[in-house]
T-cell receptor, first 112, second 112 residues
Framework: AQSVTQLGSHVSVSEGALVLLRCNYS??????LFWYVQYPNQGLQLLLK??????LVKGINGFEAEFKKSETSFHLTKPSAHMSDAAEYFC??????????FGKGTLLTVNP | DVKVTQSSRYLVKRTGEKVFLECVQD?????MFWYRQDPGLGLRLIYF???????EKGDIPEGYSVSREKKERFSLILESASTNQTSMYLC???????????FGPGTRLTVT
């Protein structure tokens, strides 16, 4: 079985500051991991994914995440926050039958 | 680009009505999914389908049914809508060899 824990339902940063959104997972099989972003009243958009290979994964909009097997973590970072990054972010792990298990989401607020 | 469309962005229905939510994808994907999204709960899988006329229950199937008569179309049916089904409903699809899921824009359903 798979599960995802996102630490912090709400994260607030200043514009230009580091963004760090935390995700820990459990998986009974080698994990495929994803970060999605959701802007208000929209669907989910893929930010980045880890399948195999390089553990540091780069995505869109300057985000990246590092897969750490020993820590069962897949934290999302961005060096410098922009106002346009304000959104809700979801971490997910893929299980059998292509199903995704999502975390409960982290709402990112960016202050001017 | 993959496109997943949903028939309505906003829908208001009365208790007891039969409700149909339609989802269409244009990338010949085998797998399609219906989720509901509620604040603080993240996305929860209602049903998914891995082929035409094939379906499997997700984590919260009670009160819902689905139909997949054509590969590109996956319908979610609320047989008798209740107020606790007021939610955002998201459809997604993925190919048989793919990793990430592609999401539609969502339908915000209100049952009064």
């Amino acid at each position: 079985a798979q599960s995802v824990t996102q630490l912090g339902s709400h994260v607030s940063v200043s514009e230009g500051a580091l963004v760090l959104l935390r995700c820990n997972y459990s998986s009974s099989v080698p994990p495929y991991l994803f970060w999605y972003v959701q802007y208000p009243n929209q669907g989910l958009q893929l930010l980045l994914k880890y399948t195999t290979g390089a553990t540091l994964v780069k995505g869109i909009n300057g985000f990246e995440a590092e897969f750490k097997k020993s820590e069962t973590s897949f934290h999302l970072t961005k060096p410098s926050a922009h106002m346009s990054d304000a959104a809700e972010y979801f971490c997910a792990v893929r299980g059998s039958n292509y199903k995704l298990t999502f975390g409960k989401g982290t709402l990112l607020t960016v202050n001017p | 680009d993959v496109k997943v469309t949903q028939s309505s962005r906003y829908l208001v229905k009365r208790t007891g009505e039969k409700v149909f939510l339609e989802c269409v994808q244009d990338m010949d994907h085998e797998n399609m999914f219906w989720y509901r999204q509620d604040p603080g709960l993240g996305l929860r899988l209602i049903y998914f389908s891995y082929d035409v006329k094939m379906k499997e229950k997700g984590d919260i199937p009670e009160g819902y049914s689905v139909s997949r008569e054509k590969k590109e179309r996956f319908s979610l049916i609320l047989e008798s809508a209740s107020t606790n089904q007021t939610s955002m409903y998201l459809c997604a699809s993925t190919s048989g060899s793919g990793y990430e899921q592609y999401f539609g824009p969502g339908t915000r359903l209100t049952v009064t």
